[in-house]
């Protein structure tokens, strides 16, 4: 199992910035892929950015150029550095880790989520 914790989240007028954090703990082994999601009222969720055990990253494309996904040394925390926010940043953010077992067995886990909202 593995646990993720955000934090980060608020309120900040358009044009400002935030950095989300996500922690990871438990069994955080062989996690190949850390992500975050985020979901508006009324839509899907959807992919933010996500950042393989190799450093590659990869942006949805509403964000790129604003957005940046990290990993922290310990490699168990993942950050979204936000800038610029816009109005329709606004949503809940999610978590999201990857984890490949020996067996090849997948499992994926989410974070509790951290709202963030931008005001006009």
């Known amino acids: 199992q593995v646990q993720l914790v955000e934090s980060g989240g608020g309120l900040v007028q358009a044009g400002g910035s935030l950095r989300l954090s996500c922690a990871a703990s438990g069994n955080i082994f062989n996690i190949d892929l850390m992500a975050w999601y985020r979901q508006a009222p009324g839509k899907q969720r959807e992919l933010v950015a996500q950042i393989t055990s190799s450093d590659i990253t990869n942006y949805a494309d509403s964000v790129k150029g604003r957005f940046t996904i990290s990993r922290g040394n310990a490699k168990n925390t993942v950050y979204l550095q936000m800038n610029s926010l816009k109005p329709e940043d606004t949503a809940v953010y999610y978590c999201?880790?990857?984890?490949?077992?020996?067996?090849?067995?997948?499992?994926?886990?989410w974070g509790q989520g951290t709202q963030v909202t931008v005001s006009s």
């Open positions: 999201n880790v990857r984890q490949i077992l020996s067996d090849r067995t997948v499992y994926g886990y």
